[in-house]
C-alpha cells in the first residue's frame, strides 16, 4: 500500500515500514534507541518488531504495566528516571510498539524529555492504527479523567503493520472497529457502507479499510492540527463516550469497558440526541444502532449510572466556557460540531438505549 504524506510525517503500511526504519534508524541519526512496550506487546509483538530492526544502533527495551489504569503521570515519571538512568540523550529516539495507552503515553514522554526527542509510533491495535497513533495527540489521564494532560507533536513516522492484528483477541480487534465505523459517520456515507459490509475482521479488505481510515483521520486533521474547528468531528461518540469510559473505570460494580467499547456506546447515545434535534432521521438512527448493537455488547446502565456519567462530563477537556460542547451527526457522511445538549435529551438517549 501507498504510503500517507501526514503534517511533517509519512505513514508507512505493513512491508514498506521497515524499508524506511532500515533507511532512517542509523548511527548518523541516532545515539540509543528506546523501545517503549508494555508486557502484552513486549510477548506478542516485540519479538516481531526486533526482526525487522536492522541496526547497530544500541537498543534498550522499557516494559509498561498494561491497561489505561496506567496511563498516568507516575508511570510517565517512572519512563523519564529509567531514560535518564540509561543516558538517554537528546539524539535519543523511542519507538512506541503498543496500542493507544503506549503511543499515547510514549509519544508524551518523548515530547517533554529533555524538551523533546524524536519518536516513531509502531501501533499493534486495530485502535491504534486507525486513531491513536496518527495524528499528534499525545498524553495521560489525570486519575480516572480521560486525557487530561498532553501535548499535540507529531512523531518521526507511523509504521503500520497489520500482521501484528494476530496476536490480538478478537475483542481488541472489535474495539477499534468502533473509530473506523465512526469515520464514516462523520465524514464519508460511502465509507461508513463498505466497513459495515466487512464480514471478517482479519483480511485484506480490512487492510484497505484501514488505510481508508488513515486517510479520513488525516483529511481531519490537515485542515485543522490543532483541533480549533473542524477536527472536532473527529470527537464524535467521544463526550459520552468517554465520559462512560472514566465511569466504568473507577467503579467497583462494572466491569472496566475498552475504549471503542464505550466510544461505540457514545456514539448510539450521540446519534439519538441528533434524531432528537431533527439532524438525522428515525431511519438513520436505527441503522446506526442496530450496526454497533451488532458488533458490541449491550450495557444496562442505572439512573445512578448516568447522572454519575452525566457528572463527569463537567471535566470533559473539550468543554469551553463552562459549556458542554457535542458532536453530532447531521446526517451519515456530516458531522455538526459545538452542539449545546440539554440534560434532558442525554437521558432520553439513555433510557433509548437501555430498552
Known sequence: MECIQALGYTVYFNNDCYAWLYDSVQPKMYSKIFVIVDS???????????????????IEI????????NKNISTCIQVWETLTELEADRK????????????????FVASTFKRGIDFINVPTSLLAMVDASVG?????????????IGVINNPVS???????????PAREVRAGFAEMLKHGLILDAAYWNTVVAITSLLNEDLDKAIKQSVTIKNQIVTEDPTEKNSRKKLNYGHTLGHAIESYFLESDKHEKLLHGEAI?????LEAHISMAKEMLNEAEYIRIKEVLLRI????????????????I?????????????????NGIGNAAINQSVENKLIYNAFEDYNG
Open 40 to 58: 502484552n506487546t513486549g510477548t506478542y509483538c516485540l519479538p516481531l518488531f526486533l526482526q525487522q530492526l536492522e541496526t547497530t544502533v544500541p
Open 62 to 69: 522499557i516494559e509498561l504495566e498494561p491497561g489505561e489504569e
Open 92 to 107: 535519543s529516539l523511542i519507538i512506541n510498539v503498543g496500542g493507544g495507552v503506549v503511543t499515547d503515553l510514549g509519544g
Open 136 to 148: 499528534g495527540k499525545t498524553g495521560v489521564d489525570l486519575g480516572t479523567l480521560k486525557n487530561q
Open 158 to 168: 507511523v509504521l503500520i503493520d497489520t500482521a501484528y492484528l494476530c496476536t490480538l
Open 264 to 268: 461505540a456506546i457514545g456514539m448510539i
Open 296 to 311: 458490541f455488547e449491550k450495557v444496562t446502565f442505572t439512573d445512578v449510572d448516568i447522572t454519575a456519567i452525566i457528572k
Open 313 to 329: 462530563l463537567a471535566h470533559d477537556k473539550k468543554n469551553e466556557f463552562g459549556a458542554i460542547k457535542f458532536v453530532l451527526l
